[in-house]
C-alpha cells in the first residue's frame, strides 16, 4: 500500500484572532515595542506550524511568514532596496518605511515593488556598479 504525504504550500499568517494584526497596529501607534511585535509574529508562527502538524501534515512549509509583505521582506533580506531608503536602519525600520513611507521617501508602491524584485538578479554586493539603475531616486 502506498502512502500518501500531504503538504501545506502556505497558512494564513494573521493568527486565528488576527494577533499579528493587532501586534502590528499597536507597533505602529508606539504603544508597544519591536521586541513585543517579535513575540507576536513568532507566537503566531509557532501556533500556525502546531496546528497543521497536530493536523497529520508531513510537510509543514517555512520561511513563508512575513511581519508585513513578503515582496517587501525580500527586498530587505536581498539588500535592494531603492537609494531612498539607504538612511533608514536595516531591518523591521526599513521594511516598515518601504511598506508605509517616512519623511523624504515615499512607501513603494506594488509597481515599485515588482520591478525591485525583477532587478534583483543583479549582483547586491556592488548594485551600483552592476546595475547602474539603483542610484536612480525612483
Request: net charge positive; hydrophobic share 40%.
Amino acid at each position: 500500500m502506498k502512502s500518501v504525504t500531504t503538504s501545506t504550500l502556505g497558512f494564513p499568517r494573521m493568527g486565528p484572532n488576527r494577533e499579528l494584526k493587532f501586534a502590528l497596529e499597536k507597533y505602529w501607534k508606539g504603544t508597544t515595542t519591536e521586541k513585543d511585535l517579535l513575540q507576536a509574529a513568532h507566537a503566531v508562527e509557532d501556533m500556525a506550524w502546531a496546528v497543521q502538524t497536530d493536523a497529520g501534515m508531513n510537510r509543514v512549509t517555512v520561511g513563508d511568514h512575513y511581519l508585513y509583505d513578503g515582496v517587501l521582506a525580500w527586498t530587505e533580506m536581498l539588500g535592494v532596496a531603492p537609494i531612498r531608503f539607504e538612511n533608514v536602519p536595516r531591518g523591521t525600520s526599513r521594511l516598515f518605511a518601504m511598506a508605509r513611507g517616512v519623511d523624504g521617501a515615499t512607501a513603494l508602491s506594488k509597481y515599485t515593488k515588482m520591478r525591485v524584485l525583477l532587478r534583483s538578479k543583479c549582483s547586491t554586493s556592488s548594485l551600483t556598479a552592476y546595475c547602474p539603475f539603483f542610484s536612480l531616486s525612483w
